[in-house]
């Protein structure tokens, strides 16, 4: 993931960068993005523990 990010921030100047984040702020506004960010975050974390319980699933129908 972190390899990911970098790979697409390499493709940025730091002008865009500030640019996607002054536009993403107008959007969302500054009190809306720390909402949206925990959000996202617990979607992540319900993703990584439904593919860790199917990898389980699969592990133990192979037994």
Known sequence: ML????VILGMFGPWEIV???????????GKKIPELMRGLGQGMKEFKN???EEKE???TEKK
């Open 50 to 52: 439904a593919t860790k």
């Open 19 to 29: 640019i996607i984040v002054l536009v993403v702020i107008l959007i969302f506004g």
């Open 3 to 6: 390899l990911l990010v970098s």
């Open 57 to 59: 699933d699969q592990d």
